[in-house]
């Protein structure tokens, strides 16, 4: 089910997380990450890796939430880092760090999902 496409600028991996994360995918999830990168979800905790990312998704998805775009705010973007940040509907804040990988895709080295305001 993993959606192939790989994002081209740092903002399409928020968009690319909604879909695949309403689709139930979570091989599409875990493939917006590096290999090394870490989650800070569900708050206080932390996932490093692919495999820890994955049994975090794993049991968000199997939640079967319905996420809705919020507000995407532009990404601040220097070299082969990016700032992504979006306020959700709920009024939380996500903040990612994206790296430019070696064939000008990006993927999330960092990402705190849930800040609140």
Same mark, same amino acid.
């Given at each position: 089910?993993?959606?192939?496409?790989?994002? %081209?600028?740092?903002?399409?991996?928020?968009?690319?997380?909604?879909?695949?994360?309403?689709?139930?995918?979570?091989?599409?999830?875990?493939?917006?990450?590096? &290999?090394?990168?870490?989650?800070?979800?569900? &708050?206080?905790?932390?996932?490093?890796?692919?495999?820890?990312?994955?049994?975090?998704?794993? #049991?968000?998805?199997?939640?079967?939430?319905?996420?809705?775009?919020?507000?995407?705010? &532009?990404?601040?973007?220097?070299?082969?880092?990016?700032?992504?940040? %979006?306020?959700?509907?709920?009024?939380?804040?996500?903040?990612?760090?994206?790296?430019? #990988?070696?064939?000008? %895709?990006?993927?999330?080295?960092?990402? #705190?999902? %849930?800040?609140?305001?």
């Amino acid at each position: 089910m993993t959606n192939k496409n790989a994002a %081209s600028e740092p903002n399409d991996l928020g968009r690319f997380f909604i879909e695949r994360a309403n689709a139930g995918d979570v091989d599409g999830l875990v493939a917006l990450y590096e &290999p090394n990168a870490v989650l800070a979800f569900p &708050p206080g905790n932390l996932a490093t890796g692919h495999a820890e990312i994955r049994k975090v998704y794993e #049991q968000f998805v199997a939640a079967a939430p319905v996420l809705l775009p919020g507000r995407q705010h &532009p990404a601040l973007v220097g070299d082969d880092l990016a700032l992504t940040a %979006s306020t959700l509907t709920t009024g939380e804040v996500t903040v990612e760090v994206a790296r430019r #990988q070696p064939d000008g %895709s990006w993927l999330w080295a960092v990402d #705190q999902p %849930s800040l609140e305001p």
